[in-house]
């Protein structure tokens, strides 16, 4: 039980990364072709109720990076 339980987190905290990382190259490949403002909070509707730069799609990787980082911490 103890080393499925230890796989499946190998196996989450995989995913997770793979998803960042993803993330981050999609993000790094269309950067320039993105306007310089965009929504960066949406309502319950789909409807963008914040405007920002698009440099903020940058700080989300480093967030969820320390999420991640964090949770697997206080997991153990």
């Known amino acids: 039980m103890k080393n499925t339980t230890k796989i499946i987190r190998i196996i989450f905290l995989s995913l997770s990364c793979l998803t960042l990382l993803t993330l981050l190259v999609v993000i790094l490949y269309n950067f320039k072709s993105l306007p310089q403002?965009?929504?960066i909070h949406f309502n319950g509707h789909g409807q963008y109720d914040l405007m920002g730069p698009?440099?903020?799609l940058l700080s989300y990787c480093p967030i969820?990076?320390?999420t991640i980082i964090?949770?697997?911490?206080?997991?153990?």
Request: aromatic share 12%; no cysteine; net charge negative.
């Open 70 to 76: 964090v949770f697997e911490i206080f997991q153990q």
């Open 54 to 56: 698009k440099s903020n």
């Open 64 to 66: 969820d990076i320390i």
């Open 37 to 39: 403002e965009i929504g």
